[in-house]
């Protein structure tokens, strides 16, 4: 399977912003994108206007980025949103916002949605009693999430929730038992449950040429 195997911060930079990839360290003074915010590359000084569809197809590469899809699945899910009823861009945010691994790092459970990968493929991840090892589940309303560790990774968890917790809250969707590691999906996920701003016209503009 198709991964990205370089340094996230790098992300960060081309979308000139910060889009939380490495947990904690986005939150520190040592992130390197607060050091250094000009977009990777040669000659990054010399700066044009950008044209319209070079906004379009950053504003993908943003969103890609933050769920941490590639062009294939990302591609997938719009196809999927345009099908269905309701705004395309609407649905297609709320798709990417029903995934596993994105719901368990909603939850404050992991600290990038990365490591909620991680969770989910070693089979930590239970849903209605059932083990998912699928990052890209889409989860679906009032099912229960669970988190099934060993002792020795509770004490883990427990301080992710309590160090995350006081740098972002759990969006209204969600409902968490923190002592049980239990998540109930209390309604399907809006855009604005979102804490980054995702102006999803332009990818659907993008997608319809």
Known sequence: ??????SNCRLCRREGMKLFLKGEKCN???CPFTKRQTPPGMHTHLVSKKSYYALQLREKQKVKRIYGILERQFKRFFRMAEASKGVTGRVLIQLLERRLDNVVYRANFSVSRDQ???FIR???VFIEN??????????????IIELRVKDNLKK???NIIESESKIRSVPKYLEVDNQNFKIKILHLPEKEDLNIAINEQLIVELYSK
Do not use: C, N, T
């Open 1 to 6: 399977m198709a991964r990205y195997i370089y």
């Open 28 to 30: 520190a003074d040592k």
């Open 116 to 118: 909620a990968r991680q």
């Open 122 to 124: 070693h089979g930590f």
């Open 130 to 143: 059932r083990r998912v090892d699928i990052p890209s589940y889409l989860v679906k309303e009032g099912q």
């Open 156 to 158: 883990m968890i427990s």
